[in-house]
């Protein structure tokens, strides 16, 4: 069986992009065919994660100039470079969306004049699922998606059996999460989809992830002196997930801290295979094994 799983936000800088390539390259290695797509179609970037142009994008394939073999690249060579998998590991293909912004307004008009151009295009994007199962034979389909609520952010999940949405704690916005949660992927959940939140850079590595008390809610001591530092307060990340994933009704799947040396690298690029004992690599070993998204 073929598990596809897009990446949605309800803000953008989540860490879609990040999780999403990590996770498709680490399924690989474990001998998936993984093929992974960049539906973030109003401003893709999975050319620039992986430095390719492609010969075909998939905005090509929408718009009947390229046949699906022209526009899934073969990125299997990237994961033997590292991991020196040989004949091992499992392929990854992708297909690249096109970043120049005519082709995301041709999108985001429809791509054509007649009324149901949207719907015919959204046809092509089931279409484009159901060949990377049968003719790629894909285990994984990994879809990079736009944040929010934009017609393609949502559509792009309609072909997803199982949908990541991907919150970075420090910048939450409960409300907007939750009216998503149960505006939109409730109609996908009614037709089978499952939907999990994914809790990404909280405290725990470089981030203390214990409460800390704020001075004035303190009431100090005599012998604790007054040089005692009123640090922010930080979440209590455990009990944050699971008022959370109550309220929007959802089973939190992973929560990954937040780790600097990615945050502030200069090119995060693939530390599932560059950096394989990193602690963020760890975290996206659990995420790829977790029996919710077992093929
Ligand atoms: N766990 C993490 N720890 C530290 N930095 C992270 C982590 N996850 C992602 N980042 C960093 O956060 C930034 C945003 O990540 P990313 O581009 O993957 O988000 P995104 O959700 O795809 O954004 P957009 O909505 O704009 O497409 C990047 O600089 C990335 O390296
Ligand atoms: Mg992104």
Do not use: M
């Given at each position: 069986m073929t598990q596809s799983i897009a990446f949605h936000s309800y803000k953008g800088g989540t860490g879609k992009t990040t999780i999403a390539c990590n996770l498709a390259a680490m399924l690989a290695t474990k001998g998936y065919n993984v093929s992974m797509l960049d539906l973030d179609v109003y401003a893709p970037s999975l050319h620039a994660y992986f430095e390719k142009t492609p010969y075909k994008w998939i905005n090509d394939l929408l718009s009947d100039n390229a046949k699906i073999d022209d526009v899934m690249v073969d990125m299997t060579s990237v994961i033997e470079e590292y991991a020196g998998l040989g004949k091992k590991g499992g392929k990854l293909w992708i297909g690249f969306s096109n970043p120049q912004k005519e082709e995301v307004y041709k999108l985001e008009g429809g791509?054509?004049?007649?009324?149901?151009a949207k719907i015919q295009l959204l046809r092509k994007f089931i279409q484009l699922r159901e060949d990377l199962i049968s003719e790629y034979d894909s285990d994984y389909i990994i879809i990079d998606t736009s944040p929010g609520i934009r017609f393609w952010s949502i559509n792009s999940l309609a072909i997803a059996d199982t949908l990541f949405l991907t919150l970075k704690l420090g910048d939450l916005d409960i409300e907007g999460t939750r009216k998503m949660a149960n505006d939109i992927y409730g109609s996908f959940t009614k037709f089978g989809a499952k939907s999990y939140l994914l809790l990404n850079r909280?405290?725990?590595?470089?981030?203390?992830n214990t409460p800390i008390v704020p001075r004035n809610n303190h009431h100090r001591s005599e012998e604790e002196g007054n040089d005692a530092v009123a640090l922010p307060p930080q979440y209590d990340e455990a009990d944050l997930g699971k008022s959370l994933s109550d309220e929007v009704s959802m089973d939190l799947i992973s929560a990954i801290p937040c780790y600097c040396d990615i945050q502030f690298s200069r090119k995060e690029f693939l530390t599932v295979l560059q950096y394989p004992n990193h602690p963020f690599a760890k975290q996206l070993e659990k995420l790829a094994t977790a029996k919710q998204i077992k093929v």
């Open positions: 791509g054509g004049k007649q009324a149901n909280v405290g725990g590595y470089c981030v203390p």
